[in-house]
């Protein structure tokens, strides 16, 4: 069993910068891979980045690619999320989760753990 805690959300101006993290709780942290989706008003949820359990291996969505790094202490059992460059479309709920499956197939959104959430919000 793994609980996440998502925290950081906030208001920013576009182009400024925002650092989400998640905190996990659980033995079984650093074997999960862990990543981030986002759900905007009105819209679906989509995928953000993950990152595998050594964190050696990331995977993100073009919409943020350049702009946000997704990084993970399994001392810790934290996963961050470094988001700069905000764009007003960036605005969303962003959740953490945790999945053993393969970063390539985390777009299809089948995790086995999801956080509540954080509201991020970016100012035009």
């Known amino acids: 069993q793994v609980q996440l805690v998502e925290s950081g959300g906030g208001l920013v101006q576009a182009g400024g910068s925002l650092s989400l993290s998640c905190a996990a709780s659980?033995?079984?942290?650093?074997?999960?891979?862990m990543g981030w989706f986002r759900q905007a008003p009105g819209k679906e949820r989509e995928f953000v980045a993950a990152?595998?359990?050594?964190?050696?291996?990331?995977y993100y969505a073009d919409s943020v690619k350049g702009r946000f790094t997704i990084s993970r202490d399994n001392a810790k059992t934290t996963v961050y999320l470094q988001m700069n460059s905000l764009k007003p479309e960036d605005t969303a709920v962003y959740y953490c989760?945790?999945?053993?499956?393969?970063?390539?197939?985390?777009?299809?959104?089948?995790?086995?753990?999801w956080g509540k959430g954080t509201l991020v919000t970016v100012s035009s």
């Open positions: 990152a595998r359990w050594s964190g050696g291996t990331t």
């Open positions: 659980g033995r079984t942290f650093s074997t999960y891979n």
């Open positions: 989760a945790a999945d053993r499956s393969i970063l390539q197939i985390w777009p299809r959104g089948n995790m086995d753990y």
